[in-house]
């Protein structure tokens, strides 16, 4: 049975940085795309960073590139969400995510995609 299980999520000041864990049973992170996304009640999911299987290519949205960082430890079997720099526009609940067999480096960012999910962690920003 796979399971995805986010972690770190509170409340920080604007500016402040935050990391996120994604604690992974019953696959390998090594072996699929791993992602994060993220949602605020009453909007579409929103596709926040993901890192490639093959070669740990990374991409970001627009909204986060250069102040987040995704990463992963193979061993153990985490992928973590560096937060910097956050924006209050940053709060929402972030969900890790997996996939592999529909997927490619192009298709990364397509929550359609993934077979996997957790049940999130609330990211709350204050001004």
């Known amino acids: 049975q796979v399971q995805l299980e986010e972690s770190g999520g509170g409340t920080v000041q604007s500016g402040a940085s935050l990391r996120l864990s994604c604690a992974v049973s019953?696959?390998?992170?090594?072996?699929?795309?791993m992602a994060w996304f993220r949602q605020v009640p009453g909007k579409e999911r929103e596709f926040v960073a993901a890192?490639?299987?093959?070669?740990?290519?990374?991409i970001y949205s627009d909204s986060v590139r250069e102040r987040f960082l995704i990463s992963r430890d193979n061993y153990e079997n985490t992928v973590d969400l560096q937060m910097n720099n956050r924006r209050p526009e940053d709060a929402a609940v972030y969900y890790c995510?997996?996939?592999?067999?529909?997927?490619?480096?192009?298709?990364?960012?397509?929550?359609?995609?993934?077979?996997?999910w957790g049940q999130g962690t609330q990211v709350t920003v204050s001004s």
């Open positions: 995510a997996a996939g592999w067999a529909r997927i490619t480096i192009t298709t990364m960012s397509d929550g359609s995609l993934y077979d996997y």
């Open positions: 019953g696959l390998r992170v090594r072996r699929y795309y």
């Open positions: 890192i490639s299987w093959s070669d740990d290519r990374a």
